[in-house]
């Protein structure tokens, strides 16, 4: 059996790689609001996930050098491990670029 961590780190993974090749390309494209919406969606995606596996069940997570619970965990490793595809989806479809 994987530890808890490795386990929600796995489905972040997944869903950080689907999101970012195959949904928010086709949903979302330059549309910041779209993006949001739709990395909202993924992370609630994430939470239910962990709560299915987690919720109730006193199980703690090492997180760097604090011990945290199943949603805090999972949210905050979502968002470290979003940022650099973030980065590069951004730099990709412009949405920073100023409108000319």
Request: glycine letters at 4%; one cysteine or more.
């Amino acid at each position: 059996m994987t530890s808890p961590e490795v386990f929600v780190l796995t489905i972040n993974a997944v869903l950080l790689c689907f999101a970012y090749i195959a949904v928010y390309p086709r949903f979302a494209g330059s549309d910041l609001n779209r993006l949001a919406m739709n990395d909202l969606a993924a992370n609630l995606v994430a939470v239910a996930i962990s709560a299915y596996f987690f919720y109730d069940t006193g199980t703690r997570f090492d997180f760097l050098v604090l011990e945290v619970g199943w949603f805090g965990f999972t949210v905050a490793s979502f968002l470290l491990m979003e940022l650099p595809l973030f980065v590069w989806y951004a730099r990709r479809y412009g949405l920073f670029r100023s409108p000319d």
